[in-house]
C-alpha cells in the first residue's frame, strides 16, 4: 500500500502513523518497513539544509520499531535511522546533516557480516530517549543506546555515542561535557 500524507510518500506496510501537524518543507525520503510504529506532534518542520548539507530529510523504521517526535520540533537534512526506537521531546532543533542511528546496522565480526541471517542476529540495537529542548548542531552524530537529557546542546561535528545529563554542553569527538547552560 502507498499513502500520499502531505507531500510525503509513504511504503506502508501494517504501519501506524500518528500526524499530528508535521510540516515538509521539502520532500523527506520515508522508508518504513512491516509493524513500525511513528507519531509526530504538533509544529513539527522538515526542511532541506543548504550548501554541502542540501540534501533531502531521511527517515528509515525498520519492522516493529518506534519513532516518536514531539511538539515543536525542526529537522533540516537530518538522518534518521531506527531499528529499535527513538524517542524525541518537545522543542528539539537539529542542523543540517545530523545523523541518528540506534543500531551498529551490522554485525562487528566480519566472519558474520557474510552471512546475512547471522549478520542480522549479531548486530546490537539500543533505544535513543532525546530530551526537550534540545539542540543538536551541524553533522553531529547520535549513536544506540544514549538518553540525552534536557536542555542539552550537542557541538558542531560531534559523536556522541554516551548519556548525556540534563542542562549540558557536549563537544568533540567522542562528545565530553564542555559546560553547563
Sequence with gaps: MIDILGNVLLRCMNVKIHLIGGKFLSFPIVN???????????????????????YRNSIGC??????????????????????????????????????????????????????SEKDEANKINAAILIGDNVHVCIGSLILKGVTIGNNVRIGPHAVVTKSIPDNCVVEGNPARIAGYV
Design 62 to 115: 525498520r519492522s516493529k520499531c518506534i519513532l516518536s517526535i514531539g511538539n515543536d520540533c525542526t529537522f533540516s537534512s537530518t538522518i534518521i535511522d531506527v531499528r529499535k526506537s527513538v524517542t524525541i521531546g518537545n522543542g528539539c532543533t537539529f542542523e543540517d546533516g545530523v545523523v541518528i542511528i540506534d543500531s551498529d546496522a551490522h554485525s562487528l565480526d566480519f566472519r558474520d557480516r557474510r552471512i
Design 32 to 54: 518504513i518497513c512491516k509493524d513500525a510504529k511513528i507519531n509526530i506532534g504538533r509544529n513539527v518542520l522538515f526542511k532541506k539544509g543548504v550548501g554541502q548539507y542540501d
